[in-house]
Structures are given as structure tokens and as C-alpha cells.
């Protein structure tokens, strides 16, 4: 089964540094590949998404991702961040064969510091 | 373009009482999820409807949740009796078939959710 890995459940950076999340995925295949942002008390908001093409993908807010199919990573990155930044973040995957549902990784919470 | 519609955004009941959820879809969209999401996890789907159909439906605990979409726009999500680890927020999504990338069936736009807290 397809799994996705957020190894930090936590980052606190300082308002205007620099920032990459980290996003793992298990399985052989390059699946579509996307990041969500979710605000306290609000729902998942779509930053950007990896169908095929061009491995660095922007998105908005000022982020963008590199995929890296040697690494099966999908790191989300952001040159400098902003106190509104800070929030959860989501990697998903979904494999376009068979029944495969959209899978999160259980998420980074950004802080960010003055 | 209006987004995703849940109500309510919040609810409060206690074990064993009954409880519905509403979603509204972006208009023109097919495919509409139902995910839950425990508190410092990620999202999991519990139902997935293309039309008015059930396309997946494994992961919804079926002996107390029940959905609906009976005309293909808007659906419900019921959980009759409640328990109390069904404390969590309760995500509506959908997905438009069209688009002009391969993946862009894929990809889903939330709603803002609905927190239940079960006492």
C-alpha cells in the first residue's frame, strides 16, 4: 500500500527564512503528488501539485517543489516566510491504477518566530 | 467560483446521540469525498461518490455511518450512535472529471470542515 512520510512533526522558523518541509513517498511508481496548507479551524487549501513534466512546480503563496524521483521526495520549499505562513502542512500522493485513494502524511506544523 | 459548503462548522453532542453532516460541492463536480481527520493526523477518506454513486465506500465504519448524495449534488454523512472516538473534523472534498492534464481529475478541493466533539 502506498504510504506517505512527513519526518517532522514540527519547525519553527524565523519571519523571513528560509524554508523546506520534507515529503517522502513509499512506493516505486511516481504518483501525482500535491501540498496542502490547512489554517487553524479552517479546511486543506491546494499550494501546489505534481502530475508529470517539469520537476519544480510552483504554486501559490510564494511556494514551490522539486520532485526527486532518485530520493521519492517531494520537499516543499519557500525562500522567505511570512508570519501568516505558519499552519499545518499536508503531502499527499495518489497512483493512478487500481482503487488508490488520496493518502496524507500526517503533517508539519509550522511556526514562525518574529 | 464558490468553494466547497459545509455546515455546521462546529457541533458538540454526547455518546450515543445522532448526528448529520452537509456538503455542498464546487458546481460541476462529480466526484465529492467524505474524509475524517483526527486530531494531529491527516485526513482519511471514508467515502468517496462519482455522481450519486458510492465508489468507495472501505473505510467507512458502516454499523454507524451512513452517507448519502441522492441527487449527485449535495451529500450527507450521519453517525448514528455517536462514540466518543468519533471526535474529530469532518472534511467534504470534490473533483471535477474535466480538466486538461492527465491529473487534474485528481486533484480535490476542500471544504472548511466540520469539528465534532462527542462528550
Known amino acids: 500500500a502506498q504510504s506517505v512520510t512527513q519526518p517532522d512533526i514540527h519547525i519553527t522558523v524565523s519571519e523571513g527564512a528560509s524554508l523546506e518541509l520534507r515529503c517522502n513517498y513509499s512506493?516505486?511508481?511516481?504518483?501525482?503528488l500535491f501540498w496542502y496548507v490547512q489554517s487553524p479551524g479552517q479546511g486543506l487549501q491546494l499550494l501546489l501539485k505534481y502530475f508529470s513534466g517539469d520537476t519544480l512546480v510552483q504554486g501559490i503563496k510564494g511556494f514551490e517543489a522539486e520532485f526527486k524521483r532518485s530520493q521519492s521526495s517531494f520537499n516543499l520549499r519557500k525562500p522567505s516566510v511570512h508570519w501568516s505562513d505558519a499552519a499545518e502542512y499536508f503531502c499527499?500522493?495518489?497512483?493512478?491504477?487500481?482503487?488508490?485513494?488520496?493518502?496524507f502524511g500526517t503533517g508539519t506544523r509550522l511556526t514562525i518566530i518574529p | 467560483e464558490a468553494g466547497v459548503a459545509q455546515s455546521p462548522r462546529y457541533k458538540i453532542i454526547e455518546k450515543r446521540q445522532s448526528v448529520a453532516f452537509w456538503c455542498n460541492p464546487i458546481s460541476g463536480h462529480a466526484t465529492l469525498y467524505w474524509y475524517q481527520q483526527i486530531l494531529g493526523q491527516g485526513p482519511k477518506l471514508l467515502i468517496q461518490?462519482?455522481?450519486?454513486?458510492?465508489?468507495?465506500d472501505s473505510q467507512l465504519p458502516k454499523d454507524r455511518f451512513s452517507a448519502e448524495r441522492l441527487k449527485g449534488v449535495d451529500s450527507t454523512l450521519k453517525i448514528q450512535p455517536a462514540k466518543l472516538e468519533d471526535s474529530a473534523v469532518y472534511l467534504c472534498a470534490s473533483s471535477s472529471p474535466r480538466g486538461t492534464l492527465a491529473g487534474d481529475q485528481e486533484t480535490q478541493y476542500f471544504g472548511p470542515g466540520t469539528r465534532l466533539l462527542v462528550l
Open positions: 461518490f462519482q455522481n450519486n454513486g458510492v465508489v468507495d
Open positions: 512506493y516505486g511508481a511516481t504518483p501525482y
Open positions: 499527499a500522493v495518489k497512483y493512478n491504477f487500481g482503487n488508490e485513494k488520496l493518502t
